[in-house]
């Protein structure tokens, strides 16, 4: 009994292993197909493709939410028809939450799912097709196995008829329009345009460059590679290390442009078809590119921890996002302005520009950038009229808090480090050697290890708290100097916004702490007339040059209702900052001033 026990377990053991190596001859596979045989009405129709799946049921996921956007975004409200099928029958499916199906099969370990989605709005963020072109953002077109998120994938596009390009950074996988991913976040993270659009190629850094442009913009081809190869190359020479093989730039040129979205190795820009008939729209465009493409490094690749692998069913929160977007704005700024696109005066101008958002945002004094970071989910992406009131937005505050930190850091190392050293430890220490993201506390101290020493404070006090940035002592090191000027001591301010939609003078808007506030004007009250006067213009032109203390009677309409709202009006407390050359600068302050804003030769 003995040895035929052993003989029996021998034999098993032997049939565990072959199970094991037929297992994994026999890896699950995954195959979509993508196609929209009638773009006018809005639906791309999805397949996929799943083998070896030995489970007796399969769980299939629409992500809630597209990283880099930070709001749960729902886009399995868009799906409709799912359906699942084995050997030409039927499967059994169900819904099990509100972006997943489950689908019974029991006997059958491959087979395939089907269904549309609704696409119709045109943002960087979603998905979108009409009779003229197709956009995908994979978050909101391709679900994925829940227990699967790690398999490699082809994919198969099938253009509508008459269009002839697909342009994305998936690699080609052999065929017309067929790609590969090594995972789901590759699929996901890699956008698809489909239709006729116009192609433009550069090289920068020794890595191939596509544009992909849709819209027929007036454009001068020459200058546009010529001037976003400059603009590439410098934002490389931040971190000093290329991460490509390859990269591509999906641009929708609009009436009405909506900004731009990183992915791995592309990004998606949404721009007025007009911007580039003007020099200020011209480097506004370029200031875009700046920033979606330094993305590459900072957030794609130097990233908190809470931003990847990525959760897609729920809020993935994080207090960093003051760096990954107010650091990617800070740098794209210097990055335009190294580039030679920017004078060092234009660039104070516009760094000026960002103290006045910040310092004249009553919210400032309100909500932390830490904060305001962890609060994207429910608050940046949905405001409202209360807004400003309440909260900063972390790309202003993010941008001013890293030109501060970045001038303590050229003063503190006597000109030998600034925040692109920084960003290389993150990039070495992180990224490369430890393949995850950084913690708060992680970013501090690697500010300090480049510094030489701790700013803790400095953190507490205007990152984590709302103290107001020591912009005059920062700026004094590369002798400049923050001017502020008051309003005038007779300026008054309303402090509200009036919209006249409908020929109708609306408060959309109050200023805390204004006169409006104190005052008992809300938002959605109709003004009817000014100390009995009919009013039919903007309700700010016409107590302008009144005196501060002075009263106004106000009749307004509020919930059907007529009512009389009386107040004194205030001094404005609006206070205009501009950065300044101060006299005589040292040769100390030179020298960081040159390390700063280096001149393009």
């Known amino acids: 009994m003995l040895l035929i026990r052993t003989r029996h377990l021998a034999v098993a053991a032997l049939g565990l292993l072959l199970g094991s190596a037929g ?6 596979v995954l195959r979509y197909t993508l196609a929209m045989p009638a773009p006018q009405t809005h639906y791309f129709e999805v397949e996929m493709k799943l083998e070896g799946f030995n489970k007796a049921y399969t769980d299939v996921k629409m992500p809630v939410w597209a990283p880099g956007s930070y709001l749960v975004r729902e886009f399995a409200k868009n799906v409709e028809g799912f359906a699942a099928t084995a050997g030409g029958n039927s499967l059994r499916t169900e819904k099990v939450s509100k972006n997943t199906w489950r689908v019974y099969h029991p006997k059958a ?94 090289t920068a850094n020794g890595t191939p460059h596509t544009v992909a442009m849709f819209g027929d913009p007036k454009v001068d081809e020459a200058r546009l590679t010529r001037d976003m190869q400059r603009v590439c190359e410098e934002a490389h020479q931040v971190v000093g290390q ?27 820009l949404s721009v007025s078809r007009n911007a580039y008939s003007s020099e200020a729209g011209w480097k506004g465009f370029l200031g875009l590119v700046a920033h979606e493409y330094f993305h590459l490094w900072n957030v794609k690749r130097i990233r908190p921890v809470a931003l990847g692998p990525f959760d897609y069913d729920n809020e993935n929160y994080t207090r960093m996002l003051w760096v990954s977007e107010g650091g990617t704005e800070y740098f794209s700024n210097l990055i335009v302005q190294r580039a030679g696109f920017l004078t060092p005066e234009q660039y104070l101008g516009d760094l000026s520009n960002g103290i006045n958002r910040v310092e004249n945002t009553p919210g400032n004094k ?8 962890f ?3 429910i608050k940046y992406y949905r405001p409202n009229e209360n807004s400003s009131n309440t909260g900063i937005s972390y790309y202003d505050k993010g941008e001013v808090i890293g030109a501060v930190l970045d001038l303590m850091i050229i003063q503190e190392t006597k000109g030998q480090k600034h925040l692109d050293d920084v960003m290389r430890y993150l990039y070495d220490q992180y990224y490369k050697k430890q393949g995850r993201g950084f913690t708060d506390e992680e970013y501090q101290d690697a500010v300090a290890k480049v510094a030489g020493r701790r700013f803790d404070d400095f953190f507490r006090r205007h990152v984590y ?21 008051p309003a005038a001591a007779t300026d008054v301010a309303l402090g509200a916004t009036i919209s006249p939609a409908g020929g109708r003078q609306t408060v959309s808007s109050v200023v805390r702490d204004g006169s409006a506030w104190q005052g008992g004007l809300s938002v959605g009250d109709e003004v009817l007339s000014l100390d009995g006067a009919r009013v039919t213009d ?19 309409t509020r919930e059907g209702q007529i009512r009389e709202v009386t107040f004194p009006l205030l001094a404005s407390a609006v206070r205009r900052y501009r950065i300044e050359q101060a006299p005589n600068p040292t040769a100390e302050q030179q020298a960081v001033l040159a390390k700063w804003l280096p001149v393009k030769k």
């Open 366 to 373: 309100q909500q932390s950038a830490a904060e305001s970071s």
């Open 538 to 556: 903007d309700l700010n032109k016409l107590v302008t040059g009144r005196a501060v203390g002075s009263e106004v009677k106000l009749l307004v």
């Open 23 to 28: 297992s994994a001859m026999a890896a699950p």
């Open 242 to 268: 290329n991460p490509l093989d390859r990269y591509v730039f999906i641009v929708h040129n609009i009436d009405r442009g909506t900004g731009g979205l990183e992915h791995l190795f592309s990004t998606t």
């Open 109 to 202: 370990k491959d087979f395939t799912v089907r269904y549309r989605v609704y696409a119709f709005e045109l943002s960087v963020r979603t998905s979108f097709i009409d009779a003229a072109h197709g956009y995908v953002n994979g978050t909101s077109v391709f679900m994925y196995p829940a227990d699967g998120k790690e398999l490699a994938s082809t994919l198969e596009v099938k253009p509508a008829q008459g269009w002839s390009q697909v342009s994305t950074s998936l690699k080609p996988a052999g065929g017309t329009f067929t790609f590969r991913s090594g995972n789901y976040d590759e699929l996901a993270d890699s956008p698809i345009e489909i239709g006729n659009q116009k192609l433009y190629t550069f």
């Open 375 to 377: 609060d994207a989910w």
């Open 465 to 485: 708290g709302t103290e107001t940035l020591p912009y005059e002592q920062a700026l004094g090191y590369a002798g400049l100097k923050l001017t502020t000027t």
